[in-house]
């Protein structure tokens, strides 16, 4: 009877012990569950915090306003275009797409490709001046649909009529003298039967009337 006794409580002490480790790992394992899913949500959260904050650097609430193309054309509502002006450093300049395959002898060159083809895309191109300045801001928009030209042209006309005012119509082209009394800018629509597209400059006002 002894024997079967000590046995018997053998056996519970084995089986609590057995009990208790089960506990064990199953608090831990439930533990590291749980410390892995606040991981993941503090990444996720992070993630989207640096998305949002991209999104901000690269395209302002104004130019949210328009069409996928235009704000890739001007990327925010910073400087006259693209974050820049005329009298900027040009080697100070910090673009956010491809340098131009070929590039210019009097300044720097981009091009900015609006879907896989190479069909729609803009060229830009910033032009040196004394003293490594920028005197000029060109950019030829090339677009495959004429349909697409005409409603980028109304976009830029109204964007450019609420920044600077009512622009001069002529011929293709609308003509805004800039507040600064300096400078200029022509957006023209340059289309042909084949090629569809606009053009914008930013220039010097004397350059142009000399």
């Known amino acids: 009877m002894l ?14 012990t057995s009990v208790k480790k089960t506990n064990v790992y199953i608090f831990l394992f439930l533990s590291f569950t749980v410390l892995l899913a606040c991981q993941n949500a503090r990444n ?9 904050s991209d999104i901000t650097n690269t395209t302002s609430a104004t130019l949210r306003n328009y069409s996928p193309i235009f ?13 820049v002006s005329i009298g900027d450093t040009l080697s100070l300049i910090k673009e956010t797409t491809l340098p131009s395959e070929t590039q210019p002898d009097n300044g720097l ?3 900015e490709y609006f879907d896989n083809t190479d069909l729609n895309f803009a060229d830009i191109l910033y032009v040196r001046g ?5 005197a000029e ?7 495959e649909k004429q349909s697409t030209v005409d409603s980028l042209f109304a976009e830029f006309q109204q964007y450019f009529e609420q920044k600077y005012g009512k622009g001069t119509p002529e011929n293709k082209s609308v003509i805004w003298k800039l507040p ?29 009337i000399s």
């Open 44 to 52: 996720e959260n992070d993630t989207q915090i640096e998305s949002s």
């Open 137 to 143: 801001i060109s950019i030829d928009i090339y677009i």
């Open 109 to 111: 060159g981009y091009t």
């Open 180 to 208: 600064d009394g300096k400078n200029m800018l022509i957006l023209q629509n340059v289309s042909t039967k084949k090629d569809p597209g606009l053009k914008l400059v930013f220039s010097n006002l004397k350059k142009v």
């Open 130 to 134: 004394n003293d490594d300045l920028v």
């Open 3 to 16: 024997v079967l006794l000590t046995l018997y409580t053998d056996i519970c002490f084995q089986i609590s």
């Open 71 to 83: 704000q890739a054309i001007l990327k925010n509502d910073q400087g006259m275009a693209r974050g």
